[in-house]
C-alpha cells in the first residue's frame, strides 16, 4: 500500500515536499507520476530502493529531488522553483522493475495528492 501526503496550493517559485509512506512488501523502485487535467499520466521521477539511484523527467530536472528513508519506508519528492506547469495530481507508484520510467511497469499506485501552483 502506498499513501501520498503534502500537496497543496503554492505560489510560483515556492516549494513543496510530497511523501509516500510504503507499507507490505518491499519493490525495486519507487516513483512519482503526475497528471494535469486533460492530459496523459507523466513521469517526474524515480529512485530504486536498494541503491538510491534517481532518474528525473527532463522537466523537472534541477528542480526536484527524490530520496528515500529506507528505515521508515518512505519516499519524498521535494519541488523547488516550482511552476504552474507543475500544478497536476502526483502519484506515487512501485515497480518491480529496476529504474523503470513507464507507468505501465508500476504495479501500486496511491490515491494521488494535489499539488497547484498559481501564478
Known amino acids: 500500500q502506498l499513501e501520498e501526503s503534502g500537496g497543496g496550493l503554492v505560489q510560483a517559485g515556492g516549494s513543496l515536499r510530497l511523501s509516500c509512506a510504503a507499507s507490505?512488501?518491499?519493490?525495486?523502485?519507487y516513483g512519482w507520476f503526475r497528471q494535469a487535467p486533460g492530459k496523459e499520466r507523466e513521469f517526474v521521477a524515480a529512485?530504486?530502493?536498494?541503491?538510491?539511484?534517481?532518474y528525473y523527467a527532463d522537466s523537472v530536472k534541477g528542480r526536484f529531488t527524490i530520496s528515500r528513508d529506507n528505515g521508515q519506508n518512505t519516499v519524498s519528492l521535494q519541488m523547488n522553483s516550482l511552476k504552474p506547469e507543475d500544478t497536476a495530481v502526483y502519484y506515487c507508484?512501485?515497480?518491480w522493475g529496476l529504474g523503470t520510467t513507464t507507468a505501465h511497469d508500476y504495479g501500486l499506485w496511491g490515491q494521488g495528492t494535489q499539488v497547484t501552483v498559481s501564478s
Open positions: 507490505g512488501r518491499t519493490f525495486s523502485t
Open positions: 529512485i530504486s530502493w536498494n541503491g538510491g539511484i534517481t
Open positions: 507508484a512501485a515497480s
